[in-house]
């Protein structure tokens, strides 16, 4: 079975400008995350989609927004970048909505965001 | 509020010693705890993880973890450790109701 896979691994963009991150989840797994790692912050919680219906936002600003699709891929979109959103960005998925049940969340390779 | 705690930043062990990276929690509820590595730029790799049951859980390439309820400790262990562990460990927890919570990570150097 096919892991989580992002797209693109790398991405440079300039301040000001906007991004979007692509994220396609395990086959059957309903949930997608999004975290954000960087060296000082560690690895923070975005928001969590399931069922295309988001059920969790962490303590970003609006600037970072996503959705998920029918086929539960999610995209991740951050409007007029700032230095400080260079990070690795991380999905991850699981079967079931995270905070109902135990299930084990898979990571995808992440996303190099830097921003010029 | 839930909480995770990884009181080392670095852990520095030889090959073939056993290394253990700690971990501490605070929950309101009965707690699921994971360990993950990470390695190098690449994701998170799922290790192992307690829901309920045997307080060692046994995981991938060796490692085992201890839950130890009265000292809200997550341990993760491993008896003789190999160079190619070396990599960046994170232990996350969840009770239920919140969203999954990572520690900041401990990185393991292990020394040939």
């Known amino acids: 079975k096919a892991g989580v896979t992002q797209t693109p691994r790398y991405l440079i963009k300039t301040r000001g400008q906007q991004v979007t991150l692509s994220c396609s989840p395990i086959s059957g797994h309903r949930s997608v995350s999004w975290y954000q790692q960087t060296p000082g912050q560690g690895l923070q919680f975005l928001f969590e989609y399931f069922s295309e219906t988001q059920r969790n936002k962490g303590n970003f600003p609006g600037r970072f927004s996503g959705r998920q699709f029918s086929n539960s891929r999610s995209e991740m979109n951050v409007s007029t970048l700032e230095l400080g959103d260079s990070a690795l960005y991380l999905c991850?998925?699981?079967?079931?909505?995270?905070?109902?049940?135990?299930?084990?969340?898979?990571f995808g390779p992440g996303t190099r965001l830097t921003v010029l | 509020a839930q909480s995770v705690a990884q009181p080392e930043d670095q852990v520095n062990v030889a090959e073939g010693n056993p290394l253990t990276v700690k971990c501490t929690y605070s929950v309101s509820g009965n707690p699921y705890l994971f360990w993950y590595v990470q390695y190098p730029n690449r994701g998170l790799q799922f290790l192992l993880k307690?829901?309920?049951?045997?307080?060692l859980v046994k995981g991938s390439y060796g490692f085992e973890a201890e839950f130890n309820k009265s000292q809200t400790s997550f341990h993760l262990k491993k008896p003789s450790a190999l160079v190619s562990d070396s990599a960046l460990y994170f232990c996350a927890v969840n009770s239920g109701g919140f969203k999954t919570i990572f520690g900041a990570g401990t990185r393991l150097f292990v020394k040939a």
């Open positions: 991850a998925s699981s079967l079931a909505w995270t905070d109902a049940t135990t299930d084990t969340q898979y």
């Open positions: 307690y829901i309920t049951g045997d307080n």
